[in-house]
Structures are given as C-alpha cells and as structure tokens.
C-alpha cells in the first residue's frame, strides 16, 4: 500500500498561486498513475487533476482547466499540483491519491491532506 504525503498549501490571496507536492513511499511510483482531489467543507471529494504513470496523460475538471497543471517527478517519487489564478472556491483540503488513470478508480488510502486557503 503506498503511503502518501502531501505539502505546499497555505493562505493565499486570490489570483495568486501555490504549489502542491505529494511524497509517495516504495520503488514502483513510476507505475502508479496519480491525481489530485479536494474537499470543500462538506461531505463529497472532488477529482481535480489525473497524471498517466509516464506522465504523458493528463486530465482536469473543468474548474480549473487552464489555471492548474499536474506533473511529476518519478525519480523523485512526487506528484505536482501547480495552482495559478486561484479563487476563493478553490479553497479545500487537498488530497493526492493513486487511481486508475483510465477508469477513475481510487486505488490507494487518503494521505493528511493540505489546507489551501483563498481569500478574495
């Protein structure tokens, strides 16, 4: 079971930017394809942006297309969430987590999360 650790949020102010980090323990990171979610106050998480093992996929809600990019580092067994433009409604704990790219499914645990605040 890979373990999951994710960093880099904060307060930020709207229309800035942050970048979020995410750790993942074991030697086979460049077989796991990755994502990003977020959680609102509220019961449901929502998917916000999927990486293919090789990094050569992509895909984001439509929220945040054109202001977020995902990438990775296998080499250093990190997973990126680079956040620009942000808005309030982008305020969330955010999650990364192991999926299958093509499907959707959830494949690891949750880590901690990171707070991201934005304030308008």
């Known amino acids: 079971q890979v373990q999951l650790v994710e960093s880099g949020g904060g307060l930020v102010q709207a229309g800035g930017s942050l970048r979020l980090s995410c750790a993942a323990s074991?030697?086979?990171?460049?077989?796991?394809?990755m994502a990003w979610f977020r959680q609102a106050p509220g019961p449901e998480r929502e998917f916000v942006a999927g990486i293919s093992m090789s990094g050569g996929g992509t895909r984001y809600t439509d929220s945040v297309k054109g202001r977020f990019m995902i990438s990775r580092d296998n080499a250093k067994n990190t997973v990126f969430l680079q956040m620009n433009s942000l808005k309030p409604e982008d305020t969330a704990v955010y999650y990364c987590a192991r999926i299958n790219y093509a499907s959707g499914a959830l494949l690891s645990s949750w880590g901690q999360g990171t707070q991201v605040t934005v304030s308008s």
């Open positions: 074991g030697r086979t990171f460049s077989t796991y394809d």
